[in-house]
């Protein structure tokens, strides 16, 4: 990650914030590594691979089990991911008697990809709450501006006289698209990773896939008949969700920003940035970071789609790829929707005014 996006940066207040940083965090990826294992441990006892006193031994171990991280985050160079020497030293940690229902089946991309889908269940809770926030806010400002007159604009320039609601209606509309689309995608990302070292399950026999569909139910997530290991068109598909989210909001970053202009003056704000040299100056500086968060987001899905060419069965160099680029996509979508709902509190007015 940019140092400069970082929410203790100096600049960072404008691209990210801690709460979506938490969800990224490597507690949080060590809590849903944790919790893999014990679901493992028990989906494996629900069919019958191993006895529940077996799993019931693993699941209480792996509870109290605390990693050495600064031992793990030594070896991911080594290993390219955390996961090897997490299984290590959780292996080291159980009984004797639990070792049997310690990861059997699984392998590193299970644990990673599962956690990124539990960790998306987070990330679209608070985006569906962020997009609502949006919406009631232009709807809001619409009851109160809607009928004030103000001059539409094509291709910059001033073409016929329309309402404050004509304009409200393009934020709007789009918005609550987003929001219709997003209950149907979860189900594609919410979904558990598991297929084992090659992808086909066949570590555990003819019980692959009930141990899967016992895995999937203990974590509340969906399952496929086969693991989805080199098929990502599912986080492909979400990443472009987030892109049109912040391409939407710095849409309408991007007129505010023209509104504001001296000389337009078609919406106030109650407060705004100031400048080191013209104290005269407001700059809409919320409204601008929508437009910088939407073409980043932008320039990020070459990347996603990048990532979805994976070679065989499994590529470190997709994998990796995503890991960089799927966290900083949400994070600028995230923000945004914090920054527009602020940005659209401080409006003060709307449509054509005297100077």
């Known amino acids: 990650m940019n140092p400069l996006t970082r929410s203790d940066h100096l600049f960072g207040p404008l691209f990210s914030d801690a709460d979506t940083e938490d969800l990224w965090s490597t507690q949080r990826f060590i809590r849903e590594f944790t919790q893999f294992e014990s679901a493992l441990a028990g989906a494996l006892a629900d069919v019958g691979v191993v006895s529940r006193d077996v799993a019931d031994k693993a699941m209480t171990d792996i509870g109290t089990f605390s990693p050495d991280l600064a031992e793990i985050r030594k070896q991911v160079s080594v290993d390219g991911l955390p996961v090897p020497d997490f299984v290590r030293q959780l292996k ?27 960790i998306l269940r987070d990330v679209s809770e608070r985006l569906t709450e962020g997009l609502v926030a949006v919406c009631l806010a232009l709807e809001a400002l619409d009851r109160q501006w809607g009928e004030t007159p103000m001059m539409g604009r094509t291709r910059m320039q001033a073409a016929l006289p329309i309402t404050v609601h004509d304009r409200l ?15 149907k995608l979860r189900p594609r990302v919410e979904i558990l990773q598991f297929g084992g ?10 019980n692959g896939n009930a141990v899967a569909a016992a895995l999937a139910r203990r974590l509340n997530l969906a399952e ?18 987030l892109s049109s989210v912040t391409a939407s909001l710095g849409k309408m970053g991007q007129d505010l920003a023209l509104m504001a202009q001296q000389g337009v003056n078609e919406v106030r ?11 005269h100056k407001l700059n809409p500086v919320l409204a601008e970071t929508l437009v ?12 996603i789609h990048g990532a979805m060419i994976h070679e065989q069965e499994r590529s470190g160099i997709a994998w990796t790829t995503e890991w960089m680029t799927l966290p900083a ?10 920054h527009a709902s602020s940005v659209l509190q401080n409006i003060e007015s709307l449509g054509s005014r005297p100077d």
């Open 92 to 118: 080291a940690h159980v009984s004797a008697e639990a070792l049997p229902a310690i990861h059997k089946g699984a392998t590193s991309q299970d644990l990673i990809d599962t956690s990124v889908s539990l």
């Open 224 to 241: 496929e008949a086969r693991a989805w290991h080199v098929t990502r068109s599912n986080l492909g598909d979400y990443a472009n969700w």
């Open 269 to 279: 704000f109650s407060g705004g940035g100031t400048s080191s040299a013209m104290p």
């Open 169 to 183: 209606v393009t934020w709007l509309m789009p918005l609550q698209s987003h929001l219709a689309q997003l209950p």
């Open 197 to 206: 070292p090659v992808g086909n399950r066949a570590g555990l026999g003819n």
């Open 292 to 303: 910088s968060l939407a073409r980043f987001n932008a320039t990020q899905m070459s990347l």
């Open 329 to 338: 996509m949400v994070t600028a979508s995230t923000i945004a929707l914090k």
